[in-house]
């Protein structure tokens, strides 16, 4: 066992301070029966704990570092930038030059506003849907989560799964009231709603690769289905890439799935691991946004500098050559080994990658929605979990997070994965 001494030291002191001793609840370990690591410092594909520990981090901060732990090029960037003032509550060119880059990678997002965090961005897109259609409905998908706000805590996911928590107290009965829950995957869910609520809803809002009950793909004609229903049914569809953008391929599952939708929530990859958001799409529906239109939404340290020049030098660094290539490479490398490991030790998974994503479900019935997610072995994956902790491998610690690569992650980190990995499946 690795000494995690000054780790639980920590934690005892923050225990007392903050609830849980954590500031977002899933990084408590509570899903695998351990205690967290408190980190002192990341580098490339590596965290190291402040007992010395080192960890290959497939958690990368849950998805923003793409490029890897302190990055040369954004702690630069970060550096010259933070040299000049760290926010101005007034335009900077940065938030051009970040916006002109989502731009030319996603091309459905004729114009955008940046927020601070994914949850901003979704709760404000939602806000603006409904002001555009003047419809008050939306649909959102079973086991989705799109961030915290009121009237998306429903039926959300891995954080709220995880905990066994239905749904939050504090959300009033009339927030959700209009919220209604479909299943993923399941088209014909989508149209029973819209049958019965034909002139009241707004949007459909879906991760179009769900990365929020462990990694679950689209099935085919899924997402063209709810583009097609949308249309017909005068609402808007909505995609959260706040974790698939940038990801699952350089202009996002839409791109990637040839879907276009009316608009889409960033964030994550998109501040390069500082607090960040955005939200875009038809330049119609964009000029309803104040001041532009009426629909309010501003915030205080919304296209900070800092999270900019991280963003432009992360979305910068995807446009190096052979990078895709290589989330290919070193993705299959992972995902066949492990496939193969689990055979050899005749214990089922499921395992799924797209780009920079996978997920591995301790499973043997194919998972396609939350209903089969849920079936997965947690017990299993608690166990796989702390085995690879302590060999120097670090997962979201539940099974219904998605794992990501970042471009630091190479055939060698690969090697030593599959190294832990073997030792873990022979003793789980
Ligand atoms: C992480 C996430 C969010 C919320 O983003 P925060 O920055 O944590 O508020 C919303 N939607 C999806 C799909 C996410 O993965």
Redo the contacts with the bound molecule.
């Keep these: 066992m690795l000494d995690h001494s000054q780790s639980n030291e920590l934690f005892d002191r923050a225990q007392n301070l903050m609830p849980g001793g954590v500031s977002s609840p899933v990084r408590a370990f509570r899903a695998v029966g351990g205690q967290p690591l408190f980190i002192e410092r990341g580098e490339g594909a590596t965290i190291y704990d402040v007992d010395g520990n080192r960890y290959i981090d497939y958690v990368l901060s849950?998805?923003p570092l793409i490029l890897g732990h302190a990055h040369p090029d954004i702690v630069s960037a970060l550096q010259q930038t933070a040299a000049k003032g760290s926010s101005y509550g007034a335009p900077s060119p940065l938030e051009i030059e970040l916006a002109e880059l989502i731009m030319s990678f996603i091309s459905s997002i004729e114009m955008l506003r940046f927020v601070n965090?994914?949850?901003?961005?979704?709760m404000s897109v939602l806000r603006l849907a409904r002001a555009f259609s003047g419809r008050s409905k939306i649909i959102k998908f079973i086991g989705?989560?799109?961030?915290?706000a009121d009237m998306l805590l429903v039926q959300a996911g891995s954080g709220v799964a995880t905990l066994g928590l239905p749904d939050s107290p504090g959300v009033p009965a009339a927030t959700v009231s209009d919220t209604l829950s479909a299943v993923y995957n399941d088209a014909d869910s989508v149209a029973r709603l819209f049958e019965r609520f034909p002139d009241q809803i707004a949007a459909v809002i879906v991760?179009p690769v769900a990365?929020?009950m462990g990694l679950v793909p689209p099935v085919d004609g899924f997402l063209q289905s709810l583009r097609d229903l949308t249309e017909s049914y005068n609402a808007l569809l909505i995609f959260?890439e706040?974790?698939t953008g940038f990801r699952v391929h350089p202009g996002g599952a839409q791109t990637l799935y040839g879907i276009r939708p009316d608009l889409t929530?960033l964030?994550?990859v998109i501040g390069g691991g500082l607090?960040v958001?955005a939200y875009g799409g038809r330049r119609e529906i964009m000029e309803m946004v104040a001041p532009l239109g009426s629909m309010y939404q501003a915030g205080t340290l919304s296209g900070n500098p800092l999270a900019m020049a991280a963003g432009i030098a992360t979305l910068k660094g995807l446009q190096t050559p052979g990078i895709w290539e290589g989330f290919e490479t070193h993705g299959n490398q992972l995902l066949n080994g492990l496939n193969d490991i689990a055979a050899s030790a005749n214990i089922p998974v499921v395992s799924n990658r797209i780009g920079s994503m996978f997920g591995m479900f301790f499973s043997e019935q194919a998972v396609t929605d939350w209903d089969s997610a849920k079936t997965a072995n947690t017990e299993r994956f608690s166990r796989y979990f702390n085995l690879m902790l302590d060999n120097g491998i670090y997962l979201a610690p539940s099974q219904f997070e998605a794992g990501f690569l970042s471009t630091r992650h190479g055939s060698g980190e690969i090697a030593t994965t599959l190294a832990a990995a073997e030792y873990a499946f022979s003793r789980i």
């Design positions: 849950w998805g965090s994914g949850t901003e961005a979704t989705n989560y799109h961030g915290h991760e990365g929020n959260d706040v974790m929530a964030g994550k607090p958001g």
